[in-house]
């Protein structure tokens, strides 16, 4: 009898650890873009794409820009570098590596606009639909105590003696911004607004729109698209509306000094998210006198 209830015993084991395995990934946070929800050092349990994304989720998705990389050199993002002007010479001398979806490095972020949510970013608040959405409690942006609309638009506005077209033809900063065109006169403090794209729903475009919408036809969603001065053509057809075959999200970092999100590279395909971050199983600190371990982030719930 007891032999009978060891095997149980050891089968109701395996079974459980091949649930989790199948259930949920762990990983290892190395920077600081969502302190102070999450530190470098945590190693977080994350529930596998299963359960439903809310506005607020922390999730961990495929980094949407690592498709390309450039060989030897896999931090440098390669679509800035192509499409700069300063740059774009020395990236031909190097080769362009592919990275399949599950192979491309993982990022941590909330989830700040959902599918078909209206997102805009006003003086470094977050409006979703219009309406003024709450800070997360972990939130970090020390500018925002000081930060003024006279600053804002002294940052935004060229000087005087400037031809303010030049101006903007000659910045750097759109090619940093999301959508990545100079028509978006935007930064990551003023931002949109404009439709999180939803699987099924129909937009209309234009000349302008399109920058925000380009990536996702070419790449996420497979289409051959061009731009031209007589209209856009999409699989070699003239169209003046696109219908989403994907839903796509909005993240951005709880510490957004320095987080690299949304605001720069654009949304997060469905296809792309690996699940949603639940625990903080352990944390390791680097100090000036070695590791130290967190007892205090031990099997701490993330929030």
């Known amino acids: 009898m007891a032999k009978l209830i060891f095997k149980w ?8 650890v091949i649930v989790f395995i ?16 999450i530190f470098p050092g945590d190693i977080i349990l994350v529930k596998k794409n299963q359960n439903k994304i809310e506005q607020n989720s922390l999730i961990v998705f495929h980094f949407p820009l690592g498709d390309t990389i450039i060989e030897g050199k896999p931090n440098i993002n390669y679509y800035y570098f192509k499409g700069n002007e300063k740059f774009k010479d020395s990236v031909k001398n190097y080769r362009a590596i592919y990275i399949p979806i599950n192979k491309r490095q993982p990022f941590i972020k909330r989830c700040i606009a959902l599918p078909g949510d209206t997102f805009e970013l006003k003086y470094g608040q977050v409006y979703i639909n219009n309406k003024y959405i709450l800070n997360p409690y972990t939130f970090i942006w020390e500018k925002l105590k000081t930060i003024t609309t006279k600053d804002i638009r002294k940052a935004r506005t ?21 959508p990545n065109n100079k028509l978006y006169k935007w930064d990551n403090n003023l931002f949109g607004p404009f439709i999180i794209p939803k699987k099924g729903i129909t937009v209309k475009v234009d000349l302008t729109n399109i920058w925000l ?17 007589s209209g856009i053509y999409i699989n070699n ?11 796509y999200y909005w993240v951005m970092g709880d510490n957004r000094e ?3 999100d949304s605001r720069f590279w654009g949304f997060v395909p469905e296809n792309h998210i690996i699940g949603n971050a639940k625990m903080v199983l352990f944390s390791i600190e680097n100090t000036l006198n070695g590791k ?6 031990l099997f701490k719930l993330i929030k």
């Open 9 to 16: 015993i050891i089968l109701i084991f395996i079974i459980l």
């Open 22 to 37: 199948l259930a949920f990934d762990v990983f290892y946070i190395p920077s600081g873009s969502m302190q102070n929800t």
């Open 158 to 178: 060229p000087k005087l003696s400037m031809d303010k077209k030049k101006f903007w033809e000659n910045a750097s900063m759109y090619r940093k911004i999301f």
């Open 213 to 229: 919408y380009k990536r996702i036809i070419e790449v996420y969603e497979g289409k051959s698209l061009a731009i031209t001065k």
């Open 237 to 247: 057809k003239l169209i003046e509306s696109y219908t989403f075959n994907l839903n």
């Open 258 to 260: 320095t987080s690299n």
């Open 292 to 297: 130290r371990f967190r007892w205090n982030r």
